[in-house]
């Protein structure tokens, strides 16, 4: 989270600046609480019936999408959780996606399909993924689903083989839906669309009266799937939808426990990874989205406008693709992690100002009290950055003239 400090001259250290950005204290405390309502009592369930169903012909599988930062962050704080995860890559049930490392916007960075930030950040989630998991990821999930035609491009030349996107209704026209596998012009990638509606069946209105589903059980949600009549239904959610945006006592475990069971005992249903219904289905024709119309999973309008929609996200993205430069250029491992942590893309979408039923959504996330607050923040935080990393580099350059200096003094003709 990043801080208020004003007096930036004596922050001039990459570590001092580090202390004074981010509320590590407040970091720990949001990760136990989440981890005690969501993570560890959902990680036990998806092993208990992924343990359940392993022995039959149809198996329970699921797949993870974790950033480089959670891992970092478990690890230290949770150390516990970290190793659940770690069973449930043994179990062989379970696939782990690629991302960017810092949860990031820097796919918008580049042009053509070369991005060098953010295939830096999806080269170092991959090694972190195949480090703690000793899975290589082959599939690959944009931070909030942002996909594009030059995105989907880039991802498959860093040896990808799929990419998760939103099947929102436009780029879908005609009779074609969500439930099958695209692919992307002149590309081999092959497209999973999310089935939005009933993903948010579960995430945003199981527990909802004035829903017309509601109550949302296992059995009727069985029967909902049971009836698409694709290939293939892509339920991607948040995992804080167990136990966090849905509470323990709605009832949300007892029906996660309870669907794989509905599921699997109807014919012609079972589960499959990513990978696994890539290989499995063929591409049913291509999906076309330029980069003026990138799309992502978030609110009504599903477009990046969560993250980029007002003036003071636009300006806070521009300057930290701006200092990042300076930040480049000292090599200094420490300036470019706070460079990078500024980069999570919450730190956006705190400064969200849209309306309608967005809006308590962006304010149930935010620490601050308000978007002004949080453009503040960031943009005192951006400041602190380049001041420390222009001395960095000063320091640098002071260096290498008084080695130089050094050098020719000790020279004897």
Known sequence: MPGHLINVSNINTAKKLENS???????????????TKCYFPANNLMLEQIDLYKSQKKKFKIAYSLS????????????????????????GCVEFLN??????????WGEGIKREEFEDQVRMNR?????????????????????????????????????????????????????????????????LLRHYK???????????????GWPVTAEKYAHWLSKCPGETINLFMDYETFGEHQWEDTGIFDFLKQL???????????????????????????????VYDTISWADLERDP???????????????????????????????????????????????????????????????????QEAFEGMVKSISQLEFVAKKTLENQKNHRLLSKFTDLSSFKI
């Open 68 to 91: 480089g930062v959670f891992l970092d962050t478990i690890e230290r704080h949770e150390p516990d959780l970290l190793e659940s995860f770690k069973q449930l890559a043994k179990t």
């Open 99 to 108: 991302e960017t490392y810092y949860h990031s916007l820097s796919s918008f």
């Open 260 to 290: 794989p069971y509905e599921v699997l005992k109807t014919e012609h249903m079972d589960f499959a990874t990513p990978t696994e219904v890539i290989k499995r289905y063929p591409k049913r024709g291509n999906i076309d989205v330029s």
């Open 127 to 191: 090694e972190a993924v195949k480090s703690l998991f000793g899975y290589d990821a082959k599939v690959f999930r944009n931070t909030e689903l942002l996909f594009n035609n030059m995105i989907a491009k880039t991802v498959e030349k860093m040896g990808y083989i799929g990419m998760l996107s939103e099947g929102i209704e436009w780029i879908l026209d005609g009779w074609r839906s969500p439930e099958h596998v695209y692919g992307v012009k002149d590309s081999n990638l092959g497209i």
């Open 305 to 371: 406008s969560a993250w980029l929609g007002n003036d003071m996200q636009r300006f806070v993205f521009r300057e930290l693709e701006r200092v990042g430069d300076f930040v480049r250029a000292t090599k200094d491992a420490s300036l470019m992690s706070i460079w990078r942590n500024l980069q999570t893309s919450d730190h956006l979408y705190y400064m969200c100002t849209k309306n309608w039923g967005d809006g308590d959504v962006h304010k149930y996330f935010s620490p601050y009290g308000t978007p």
């Open 198 to 212: 009933l993903s948010d069946d579960m995430s945003y209105r199981f527990s909802a009266r004035w829903f017309s």
């Open 21 to 35: 950005l981010f509320d590590e204290k407040k970091n720990k405390e949001v990760i136990k609480k989440v981890a």
